[in-house]
């Protein structure tokens, strides 16, 4: 079994930063792709940015700039650094990870995993 728990969240004011946080526990050998998406209220959940194992990252147009992404392979961990936040990014964020549960010779099995989700309020 695999977890991923998001810590971070909260209330900012427009022009304001946060720093979410992702941590995975559990059974892993290793773990592929991580990422951070959002919902908003009434909309679909959209990719925030993601990076690979290797620190390839990429953003959803609409934060270039303002937010960075990084990981700690040591901890199984992911950041997101969210600067020059607008009220469009509120939203509940949703950690994610492609993880590597099983490895039997040359046989991989990978589970795709969801955190609970991060509550971003960023309003006056």
């Known amino acids: 079994q695999v977890q991923l728990v998001e810590s971070g969240g909260g209330l900012v004011q427009p022009g304001g930063s946060l720093r979410l946080s992702c941590a995975a526990s559990?059974?892993?050998?290793?773990?592929?792709?991580m990422g951070w998406y959002r919902q908003a209220p009434g909309k679909e959940r959209e990719l925030v940015a993601r990076?690979?194992?290797?620190?390839?990252?990429n953003y959803v147009g609409s934060v270039k700039g303002r937010f960075t992404i990084s990981r700690d392979n040591a901890k199984n961990t992911v950041y997101l650094q969210m600067n020059s936040l607008k009220p469009e990014d509120t939203a509940v964020y949703y950690c994610?990870?492609?993880?590597?549960?099983?490895?039997?010779?040359?046989?991989?099995?990978?589970?795709?995993?969801w955190g609970q989700g991060t509550l971003v309020t960023v309003s006056s």
């Open positions: 990076i690979t194992s290797g620190g390839n990252v």
């Open positions: 559990g059974s892993i050998f290793s773990i592929n792709t």
């Open positions: 994610n990870a492609e993880v590597l549960v099983s490895r039997v010779g040359a046989s991989r099995r990978y589970l795709e995993v």
